[in-house]
């Protein structure tokens, strides 16, 4: 058997988890953002980095309110979710030149949602050649920047693309 250390996963496993223990929720407004890897906030949604992601920059577009499946989403909330997802989307162009972007919503665990008590967006940048020897080998990807570096970097993007 191989191991894989990541002794900062244990911070998240034990951390504080907010409304029923939904590591999703967040308040409104929170001077905890750069713990939470929140990289903006809207009316309705906020923006946060993938703990766990697929590739560098890995978003998470996410509402405020607690719901499950987009149709339980306000006509507000929906389009507030899908404006912040095309901003995010501009963000990454800028910051990250990737070649590719995928975008996803999986609805309930059945269709992939690790967390399908709480609706969020993924907003994944990805590159020619981005799944390397680790991936097709060893089932590992590399993640070649911290989180909180990352964060860093996008944060006043946003801001500066959001007017």
């Not at 996963?9 to 407004?29: D, F, T």
């Not at 903006?40 to 890995?58: D, E, I, K, Q, T």
Request: aromatic share 6%; proline share 6%; charged share 20%.
């Amino acid at each position: 058997m191989k191991n894989l250390w990541a002794p900062w996963r244990m911070q998240y496993i034990l951390g504080p988890k907010c409304h029923n223990g939904c590591v999703l929720c967040a308040p409104e407004h929170t001077d905890e953002d750069e713990d939470r890897l929140i990289v903006y906030r809207s009316s309705h949604v906020f923006v946060m980095l993938n703990r766990y992601p697929y590739a560098s920059g890995h978003l998470m577009v996410i509402p405020y309110r607690h719901v499950g499946d987009i149709t339980e989403l306000s006509a507000e909330e929906n389009a507030d979710l899908m404006a912040v997802v095309q901003l995010s989307c501009r963000v990454l162009r800028e910051v990250s030149r990737p070649q590719g972007i995928n975008v996803g919503l999986n609805l309930g665990e059945a269709a992939g949602a690790g967390i399908g008590m709480h609706l969020h967006m993924h907003v994944v940048p990805r590159w020619n050649g981005d799944s390397n020897f680790m991936a097709v080998l060893d089932d590992v990807r590399v993640i070649p920047e911290a989180l909180e570096e990352t964060c860093r970097r996008l944060a006043p993007v946003f801001m500066k693309l959001a007017g």
